[in-house]
């Protein structure tokens, strides 16, 4: 562990560090930004009588749209003189949300990064090939400068140029990637199609996160790669990745920095607390960054919290997988349906491969759903060598049997008719580098 004492601390005095913690923030946010000054004042928090851990339900919600309206540095708490670095994530509407860290901001981001690698099984002396990408995006720079701080050689690579990658992974023998799993699924099919088999690859640990993923996907870039795959997760807002990171004993749910990040999870639709292991909205409160604080930042990432002790020892809280967003979720003819359950559903189908895209398109005034998805391997085969022997009725008669298989399997668990449409493998959407778009909804629901 990069900090056991910290890591382990026993609950309840992680519980009176947060409660201090709490405190000041609400005195700090109070004092320094005129936004939570008003917030406050409607939610009726008077910070000289805030009781700490007990009160934080009362405390407002900060949302996404809160930093757009307040474009480009309205929420910070320092001076722009004091902020060292900015960095922003691009929005899907419009400016992006910009957000800014203090020296002693980059140096948490830093810390909870090294931990994060720790985590991982990354131990110092160790060769990171770091392919999350470099520039305003928070994944290049914050694990870049957690794996100096862990004694990690770490290689800037960034994303993209997947020539390049293999070429350095095979030359330099790096122990560890990080990268979007799309992207280590990307590279992992690269270093097939060279013949390179995953025991000849030097990696032993991969590090996904920035992007929803899922055990299938685990399973084939720890095959594809040769590795353990854990997952890292976080968002600018609340610092960049290092918000959370599975350890690579337990494999099952990410350990939330709590020290630094205060989780709670909340029903979508009201608001209120939600038990331990139900399922709602990541809600995150910052208990020690200076130039950007935020109270309860609504993540809109749906996953549950997990407080069991977990087999490495560690007291932190664990979140479960990010299973969709309250913002990605579609609504088509009137069912609600998150990619991760499309996904869940293909994995269970050994026919097809969970590579996929779904377009969502507007028929007249119905929905149209279409899942593209790619045969499996074997399928594949099977199909090209019926083909080529003159027995395309048969060939034929086995696409129809897939396409009718996944389109009553979604119909049953998902509740939706899909028009199923098969693909050859490698022909989905790959990642190029950074983060992978596979739902496309062409309807244009605002115009
Ligand atoms: O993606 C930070 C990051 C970089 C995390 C590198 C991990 C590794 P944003 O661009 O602001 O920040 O996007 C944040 O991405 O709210 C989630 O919806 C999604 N996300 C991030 N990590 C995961 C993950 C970075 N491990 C948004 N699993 C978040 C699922 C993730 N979704």
Same mark, same amino acid.
């Given at each position: 562990? +990069?900090?056991?004492?910290?890591?382990?601390?026993?609950?309840?005095?992680?519980?009176?560090?947060?409660?201090?913690?709490?405190?000041?923030?609400?005195?700090?946010?109070?004092?320094?930004?005129?936004? +939570?000054?008003?917030?406050?004042?409607?939610?009726?928090?008077?910070?000289?009588?805030?009781?700490?851990?007990?009160?934080?339900?009362?405390?407002?919600?900060?949302?996404?749209?809160?930093?757009?309206?307040? +474009?480009?540095?309205?929420?910070?708490?320092?001076?722009?003189?004091?902020?060292?670095?900015?960095?922003?994530?691009?929005?899907?509407?419009?400016?992006?949300?910009?957000?800014?860290?203090?020296?002693?901001?980059?140096?948490?981001?830093?810390?909870?990064?090294?931990?994060?690698?720790?985590?991982?099984?990354?131990?110092?002396?160790?060769?990171?090939?770091?392919?999350?990408?470099?520039?305003?995006?928070?994944?290049?720079?914050?694990?870049? +400068?957690?794996?100096?701080?862990?004694?990690?050689?770490?290689?800037? *690579?960034?994303?993209?140029?997947?020539?390049?990658?293999?070429?350095?992974?095979?030359?330099?023998?790096?122990?560890? =990637?990080?990268?979007?799993?799309?992207?280590?699924?990307?590279?992992?099919?690269?270093?097939?199609?060279?013949?390179?088999?995953?025991?000849?690859?030097?990696?032993?640990?991969?590090?996904?996160?920035? !992007?929803?993923?899922? !055990?299938? =996907?685990?399973?084939?870039?720890?095959?594809?790669?040769? *590795?353990?795959? *854990?997952?890292?997760?976080?968002?600018?807002?609340?610092?960049?990745?290092?918000?959370?990171?599975?350890?690579?004993?337990?494999?099952?749910?990410?350990?939330?920095? !709590?020290?630094?990040?205060?989780?709670?999870?909340?029903?979508?639709?009201?608001?209120?607390?939600?038990?331990?292991?139900?399922?709602?909205?990541?809600?995150?409160?910052?208990?020690?960054?200076?130039?950007?604080?935020?109270?309860?930042?609504?993540?809109?990432?749906? $996953?549950?919290?997990?407080?069991?002790?977990?087999?490495?020892?560690? $007291?932190?809280?664990?979140?479960?997988?990010?299973?969709?967003? $309250?913002?990605?979720?579609?609504?088509?003819?009137?069912?609600? *349906?998150?990619?991760?359950?499309? !996904?869940?559903?293909?994995?269970?189908?050994?026919?097809?491969?969970?590579?996929?895209?779904?377009?969502?398109?507007?028929?007249?005034?119905?929905?149209?759903?279409?899942?593209?998805?790619?045969?499996?391997?074997?399928?594949?085969?099977?199909?090209?060598?019926?083909?080529?022997?003159?027995?395309?009725?048969?060939?034929?008669?086995?696409?129809?049997?897939?396409?009718?298989?996944?389109?009553?399997? =979604?119909?049953?668990? =998902?509740?939706? $008719?899909?028009?199923?449409?098969?693909?050859?493998?490698?022909?989905?959407?790959?990642?190029?580098?950074?983060?992978?778009?596979?739902?496309?909804?062409?309807?244009?629901?605002?115009?």
């Amino acid at each position: 562990m +990069y900090q056991p004492e910290i890591e382990t601390m026993p609950q309840d005095r992680l519980r009176r560090l947060q409660d201090e913690r709490l405190k000041r923030l609400v005195a700090y946010v109070h004092q320094r930004v005129p936004f +939570y000054r008003e917030r406050l004042a409607e939610a009726g928090v008077d910070p000289g009588r805030f009781a700490g851990l007990g009160d934080l339900p009362r405390l407002p919600f900060t949302r996404k749209q809160d930093l757009r309206d307040h +474009y480009p540095f309205g929420l910070f708490a320092v001076p722009r003189e004091r902020v060292i670095r900015v960095h922003a994530s691009s929005g899907t509407t419009g400016k992006p949300t910009v957000v800014g860290y203090t020296r002693k901001d980059i140096g948490v981001f830093a810390e909870v990064n090294a931990r994060s690698l720790a985590a991982a099984g990354a131990r110092p002396g160790m060769m990171l090939h770091n392919a999350y990408g470099y520039g305003l995006f928070t994944g290049g720079l914050g694990v870049h +400068y957690g794996g100096e701080l862990l004694g990690l050689t770490v290689v800037p *690579v960034s994303g993209g140029m997947t020539e390049r990658q293999i070429t350095l992974i095979q030359d330099f023998r790096p122990d560890v =990637i990080t990268a979007t799993p799309s992207y280590l699924q990307t590279l992992a099919e690269e270093f097939k199609k060279r013949g390179v088999a995953p025991e000849a690859i030097s990696l032993k640990i991969a590090i996904p996160g920035a !992007e929803p993923w899922t !055990e299938a =996907i685990r399973r084939d870039i720890e095959e594809g790669l040769g *590795v353990k795959a *854990v997952n890292i997760y976080g968002l600018s807002e609340v610092i960049g990745p290092g918000v959370s990171q599975e350890c690579v004993e337990g494999q099952a749910g990410s350990h939330i920095w !709590e020290d630094h990040f205060l989780p709670e999870v909340v029903d979508p639709e009201t608001g209120e607390p939600l038990p331990e292991g139900e399922k709602g909205v990541l809600v995150l409160t910052t208990l020690t960054k200076e130039a950007l604080p935020l109270l309860r930042y609504w993540t809109g990432d749906i $996953t549950y919290l997990v407080r069991e002790p977990c087999v490495c020892g560690r $007291t932190h809280a664990r979140m479960g997988p990010v299973l969709g967003r $309250t913002d990605d979720m579609l609504i088509i003819r009137g069912v609600n *349906v998150y990619p991760t359950q499309v !996904e869940a559903v293909l994995e269970a189908i050994p026919e097809v491969a969970p590579h996929y895209q779904l377009v969502v398109r507007r028929e007249g005034t119905l929905d149209e759903a279409v899942l593209r998805v790619e045969v499996s391997e074997p399928v594949f085969r099977r199909i090209a060598h019926e083909v080529l022997s003159d027995e395309v009725v048969e060939a034929d008669h086995e696409l129809c049997r897939i396409r009718d298989r996944v389109r009553s399997k =979604i119909k049953d668990t =998902i509740g939706v $008719t899909m028009r199923v449409e098969l693909l050859a493998p490698g022909e989905a959407p790959r990642s190029a580098g950074g983060k992978l778009r596979r739902v496309v909804d062409e309807r244009n629901l605002t115009a």
